[in-house]
């Protein structure tokens, strides 16, 4: 037995600037033991919505639970608010969320591609990859206005709408992203030190991610068909092109290439909807007051995101609550370590692209 040595990983890391914390036993590098601690920050967002906002104002309070994620959140509150009241929303409407949750899913999978290869010492590679996302958060910002905390969907349709002159941009920078990433999906697929660095590394298998309750790319990275899009027909997901993506490794790599296969998907969803973009309105008029109880699943960028609301007839709800991605994640993680070498825990952390920023709300 090798001398017992206590590591802590968090919350101040340069592979993980979250506030999360696990605290690893080595033996001889190899990790005995782990324990996870998630309560560094707790934000009460949860408890501001259900006190201090109106129910129309909250779809723009959960944005702020994370900028990256915050076309899903405001959209999770959404559509539960819309499916609680009874809200028929535009197709048209309906079309342009699809249009924003794709490229959201877009700069979301690039941002953890080039996490993933900075820890693996690719710093080149790191920073190609964040020069193609900020095309995508170029397009977002053109479409919503903003770069963060986008404020785009909101109940009964959405803010903006789009143009001619904005289509034919955003055609035009989705003709140059697409051959972009192809490119990445073709380094990232076989370059020989990235494969020699992340195969058969933090495999989590088929029955593990069905056993641990895994969501999203890692998830279907281990061969487990669990996307929101094609399980709850929340928007028109089937008819803009979706396409259910999985891998059978398990590992980093296979972790890496669901994301970039989901990415030229997401390319091609955007494309489809601006092909096929319905007239009409953007919004209707929401009214009246949230009576009863609902939940919604929708599929955010990182997995399942799950909302609940209740309300009883009055301007502010008596209930949000909210489960992130990584929440449901962390377990198969802290399993992943036991028997794992120490140096192999950044590249792992970070392949499951964890948002403690949604955890901590």
């Known amino acids: 037995m090798g001398k017992r040595i206590t590591v802590p990983f968090g919350s101040q890391h340069v592979a993980l600037p979250e506030p999360v914390r696990f605290v690893f036993q080595t033996e001889n590098e190899r990790i005995v033991d782990v324990e996870v ?5 707790h934000r009460g ?37 819309e499916r609680l009241m009874e809200v028929e929303v535009p197709k048209r409407a309906l079309y342009l969320r699809v249009l ?21 010492g690719y710093e080149n590679l790191f ?30 349709g959405v803010n903006r709408d789009m143009t001619t002159e904005l289509e034919k941009e955003i055609r035009k920078k989705l003709k140059e992203l697409e051959e972009k990433c192809l490119w990445l999906k073709d380094v990232f697929e076989n370059d020989f030190s990235l494969n020699l660095r992340w195969k058969g590394v933090g495999v989590v298998t088929k029955e593990m991610a069905k056993e641990m309750n895994v969501v999203g790319p890692p998830a279907r990275a281990a061969g487990l068909e669990t996307d929101v899009r094609a399980e709850f027909n929340y928007l028109p997901f089937e008819e803009v092109g979706f396409k ?47 009576e009863g109880e609902t939940f919604v699943r929708v599929e955010a960028p990182r997995g399942e995101l799950f ?25 198969v993680m802290k399993k992943l370590f036991i028997g794992m070498d120490y140096s192999d825990v950044p590249a792992t952390v970070i ?6 920023s949604c955890t901590a709300r």
Request: glycine share 8%; proline share 4%; hydrophobic share 40%.
């Open 45 to 81: 967002i949860e408890k501001a919505c259900s006190t201090r906002f109106k129910y129309m104002q909250v779809g723009y309070v959960v944005a702020r639970v994370c900028g990256l994620c915050a076309i899903s959140h405001t959209l999770g509150y959404v559509t539960a608010i």
């Open 244 to 290: 259910l993506i999985t891998r059978r490794g398990g590992d980093i790599y296979d972790r890496n290439l669901v994301r970039a296969e989901e990415v030229i998907n997401s390319i091609e969803m955007v494309k489809n909807v601006l092909d096929g973009l319905p007239e009409g309105e953007i919004k209707v008029p929401v009214k009246g007051l949230p």
């Open 307 to 331: 909302y609940y609301i209740k309300g009883t007839k009055k301007m502010v709800l008596d209930r949000v609550r909210i489960r992130v991605p990584t929440f449901a994640n962390i377990p």
């Open 37 to 41: 601690d998630v309560g560094y920050v």
């Open 127 to 156: 920073m190609q990859t964040f020069r193609y996302r900020e095309s995508v958060m170029e397009l977002l910002e053109l479409i919503t206005g903003n770069r963060v905390q986008f404020d785009y969907v909101c109940p009964g």
């Open 100 to 120: 924003v949750s794709e490229l959201d899913r877009i700069h979301s999978h690039l941002l953890a591609m080039g996490h993933t290869a900075e820890v693996a």
């Open 351 to 356: 392949s499951f692209d964890p948002c403690l």
